[in-house]
């Protein structure tokens, strides 16, 4: 590739292969692009902080009741660390965004909810309902956000200077 770059520089590469570089050329800027919309963006308009939601820990299609109209939708959520995201479809960016760090408790709500395979995530302002497919669903994504709220409390735990030692030593 890098003799044929040459040639293309000098001007003495043949068309056939001048024909073949550009099409790589054109196929690479292709694949990044790709690359570019794999990696969805979610912008927090309250502090203007960009997320990258890609590698996600845990990802599907939840049912979630709106904070206003308390209608259900069907959502795509991404868990990534401490963050639980979602958009309305999947590869798209996330409109909305809970922050596990202020979560309190993550637990099974199919009476709250009045639906089956029903969850519930609660800050100390507000609960999200939501419900999935099945009950092997319910209860991966119970897991899942479960170990990303004890990794935040663990975080803050060791980050305030209070890991376990006593001031008796």
Same mark, same amino acid.
């Given at each position: 590739f890098l003799e044929l770059a040459q040639?293309?520089?000098?001007?003495? +590469?043949?068309?056939?292969? &001048?024909?073949? /570089? #550009?099409h790589h050329i054109f196929f690479e800027s292709r694949c990044d692009a790709r690359r570019?919309? +794999?990696?969805?963006?979610? &912008?927090?308009? /309250? #502090?203007?902080?960009?997320?990258?939601?890609?590698?996600?820990d845990h990802s599907g299609w939840l049912t979630k009741q709106s904070a206003w109209l308390?209608?259900?939708?069907?959502?795509?959520?991404i868990l990534k660390q401490s963050k639980l995201f979602f958009s309305k479809h999947e590869g798209s960016p996330p409109h909305g965004m809970i922050d596990l760090a202020?979560?309190?408790?993550?637990k099974?709500?199919?009476?709250?909810?009045?639906?089956?395979?029903a969850l519930e995530v609660s800050t100390q302002d507000t609960t999200y309902l939501m419900c999935a497919d099945t009950e092997k669903e319910k209860d991966d994504w119970?897991?899942?956000?479960?170990?990303?709220?004890?990794?935040?409390?663990a975080t803050f735990t060791n980050d305030d200077?209070?890991?376990?030692?006593?001031?008796?030593d």
């Open positions: 040639e293309l520089a000098e001007g003495s +590469a043949p068309k056939r292969a &001048t024909q073949r /570089a #550009t570019v919309k +794999a990696m969805a963006l979610y &912008t927090d308009p /309250a #502090t203007g902080i960009r997320y990258d939601t890609s590698n996600p308390r209608d259900w939708r069907r959502r795509h959520f202020r979560c309190m408790t993550v099974s709500a199919e009476f709250k909810a009045r639906r089956r395979h119970i897991g899942a956000i479960g170990r990303a709220i004890v990794r935040c409390s200077g209070m890991d376990g030692a006593s001031d008796d």
